[in-house]
């Protein structure tokens, strides 16, 4: 089947810190994959994509590159501040053409950092 | 302003008491779907549509009810609520399967309660 994996939170770190969530997942064919996040009492909203393998997303100073050969796509921030504490999910969809009709998420990292 | 908009916001109920959750967007997407958030089981999905009178089940559709008679609006409707549907609910819209499934937005969020 299809399925995202992520790390189990929460991710604890000062400002500044270096960032790394892990992402992988099991799918048919050469599916799309994303990161969304969440902020304290919003809604998700799509933070980067890749749509192939070796294609890097980056978006607001964080960034993940699309492993085909580790199934991974690792979301990396080089120095956090507090306002990115928030949740981060990982999520698949197999791409056009393949009739597959949904998007699949992880269960979600929470991110704190603190000042 | 390219938004989906959800209503209530926070709603408490008593358990069988009817109830209605709207969803609108106004980016004209064909593609909308609901979500439940939970504690350690981050994002499900419980209906989505395709287009307009086109609507299928996702991964926990049991005890809900949704319909599309126009484009724009998705409504989800709980006949009978019971407590184990207390949970946060998102809907979401996406340009569709011709590429844009996997950029989904999503309004902020209703809050439900059932006692």
């Known amino acids: 089947g299809n399925s995202v994996t992520q790390m189990e939170g929460p991710v604890t770190l000062s400002e500044e810190a270096f960032l790394t969530i892990n992402c992988t997942y099991t799918?048919?064919?050469?599916?799309?994959l994303f990161w969304y996040v969440q902020y304290p009492g919003e809604g998700l909203q799509l933070l980067l994509k890749?749509?192939?393998?070796?294609d890097k997303g980056s978006n607001k100073g964080f960034e993940a590159t699309y492993r085909k050969e580790t199934t991974s796509f690792h979301l990396e921030k080089g120095s956090v501040q507090v306002s990115d504490s928030a949740v981060y999910f990982c999520?698949?969809?197999?791409?056009?053409?393949?009739?597959?009709?949904?998007?699949?998420f992880g269960t979600g990292t929470r991110l704190l950092v603190s000042p | 302003e390219a938004q989906v908009t959800q209503n209530p916001r926070y709603l408490i109920t008593v358990t069988g008491k009817k109830l209605t959750v709207t969803c609108s967007q106004n980016?004209?997407?064909?593609?909308m779907s609901w979500y439940r958030q939970d504690p350690g089981l981050g994002l499900r999905q419980i209906y989505y549509?395709?287009?307009?009178?086109?609507?299928d089940k996702g991964d926990v559709p049991e005890g809900y009810k949704v319909s599309r008679k126009e484009k724009r609006n998705f409504p989800l409707i709980l006949e009978s609520p019971s407590p184990n549907q207390t949970s946060l609910y998102f809907c979401?819209?996406?340009?569709?399967?011709?590429?844009?499934?996997?950029?989904?937005?999503f309004g902020p969020g209703t809050r439900l309660t059932v006692l």
């Open positions: 980016m004209n997407h064909e593609y």
């Open positions: 999520a698949l969809w197999r791409g056009p053409g393949t009739g597959f009709q949904k998007l699949v």
């Open positions: 979401a819209s996406s340009y569709g399967l011709a590429g844009g499934l996997g950029e989904q937005f």
């Open positions: 890749a749509t192939k393998a070796d």
């Open positions: 549509s395709m287009n307009v009178e086109v609507t």
């Open positions: 799918a048919t064919g050469y599916p799309s």
